[in-house]
């Protein structure tokens, strides 16, 4: 008789310009390659899908909602990716939102209940890169930034991701995704979650 093996639900966040993007696409190569069963899926995304049922625009329209809106949204987008079976399932996302009323959780409890993590992802880089890489991004409508800001985010996200660790009882791990250095970056994920 086979075991049902539970799929494996992955968190993966880092502010913009860590290179996380590029990092998940890696990882999902090598596993692949490996012939894992992969599906990545943008939380922010999700949420996007819902909210565009209400006239929300884009996803920098997300972090603009009420904290009502917000936390509706992310019940939601809790529970369709909760419902996903591939053997590893990627869920990128960010630790916090920053909004009107200061850094939101992008992880709070009542989504970890629902979406029941099996490890905490989080990219970090040097801010001076993440600088850099935000400056060349015109993909999005980003605030304008300095490199104190950059590393307070980062501290942010370290503090929001350490207490989803201690609520959820799920391993975290931070890995820093330097330049040139996508490889490596890949294999200490794949690694940590165990594939």
């Known amino acids: 008789m086979r075991c049902l093996v539970e799929s494996k639900k992955v968190v993966m966040v880092g502010i913009p310009g860590v290179g996380k993007t590029t990092l998940v696409s890696k990882i999902v190569e090598i596993l692949n390659g490996k012939n894992k069963s992969?599906?990545?899926?943008?939380?922010?995304?999700?949420?996007?899908?819902?909210?565009?049922?209400?006239?929300?625009?884009?996803?920098?329209?997300?972090?603009?909602?009420?904290?009502?809106?917000?936390?509706?949204?992310?019940?939601?987008?809790?529970?369709?990716?909760?419902?996903?079976?591939?053997?590893?399932?990627?869920?990128?996302?960010?630790?916090?939102?920053?909004?009107?009323?200061?850094?939101?959780?992008?992880?709070?409890?009542?989504?970890?209940?629902?979406?029941?993590?099996?490890?905490?992802?989080?990219?970090?880089?040097?801010?001076?890169?993440?600088y850099n890489r935000r400056m060349k991004d015109d993909t999005r409508n980003r605030d304008i930034i300095s490199i104190d800001a950059i590393k307070k985010e980062l501290s942010v996200q370290e503090s929001m991701v350490s207490a989803c660790s201690v609520l959820s009882g799920?391993?975290?791990?931070?890995?820093?995704n330097r330049e040139g250095k996508i490889e490596e970056a890949a294999e200490t994920v794949i690694n940590a979650i165990g594939l």
């Open 38 to 130: 992969v599906k990545v899926v943008s939380f922010g995304t999700v949420m996007l899908e819902e909210a565009k049922k209400n006239g929300c625009k884009d996803r920098d329209d997300l972090r603009k909602l009420t904290t009502e809106e917000q936390q509706k949204l992310q019940r939601i987008a809790g529970e369709k990716i909760a419902a996903m079976n591939e053997d590893l399932v990627i869920i990128d996302t960010h630790a916090f939102i920053v909004t009107p009323a200061g850094f939101y959780p992008g992880l709070p409890d009542y989504v970890m209940k629902i979406i029941k993590p099996s490890n905490f992802i989080t990219v970090s880089a040097r801010p001076e890169e993440i």
């Open 170 to 176: 799920s391993p975290m791990m931070t890995v820093l």
